[in-house]
């Protein structure tokens, strides 16, 4: 089992930025690839961002591309997404997600979820 908690969440103007972190416990974190994904009111859970075991790739829809930053640090059990240029449509609930044999960049390839934090972006 793998264990996730994200903080960092919060209320921002649009422009504006925040960094959300999630903290791993459980397993071994090197072993798993990680992503955020994000949910808005009444719309389906989307990938939002991936990065690799050794952070020797990231992923990202065009959408996010330019805007967000995932990172991770193996050392600290501790993923990270830097969210700059914020927009009204960024609001959501953002998740943190595990992957223990691919690169989680659909909902199917995630073995585990974190508990997700608010994200608003107001005019």
């Known amino acids: 089992q793998v264990q996730l908690v994200e903080s960092g969440g919060g209320l921002v103007q649009a422009g504006g930025s925040l960094r959300l972190s999630c903290a791993a416990s459980?397993?071994?974190?090197?072993?798993?690839?990680m992503g955020w994904f994000r949910q808005a009111s009444g719309k389906e859970r989307e990938f939002v961002a991936a990065?690799?075991?050794?952070?020797?790739?990231?992923y990202y829809p065009d959408s996010i591309k330019g805007r967000f930053t995932i990172s991770r640090d193996n050392g600290k059990n501790m993923l990270y997404l830097q969210m700059n240029s914020l927009k009204l449509d960024d609001t959501a609930v953002y998740y943190c997600?595990?992957?223990?044999?691919?690169?989680?960049?659909?909902?199917?390839?995630?073995?585990?979820w974190g508990q997700g934090t608010q994200v608003t972006v107001s005019s």
């Open positions: 997600a595990a992957a223990g044999r691919v690169i989680p960049t659909t909902l199917e390839k995630v073995d585990y």
């Open positions: 990065i690799s075991y050794t952070s020797g790739g990231t």
């Open positions: 459980g397993r071994t974190f090197s072993n798993y690839a």
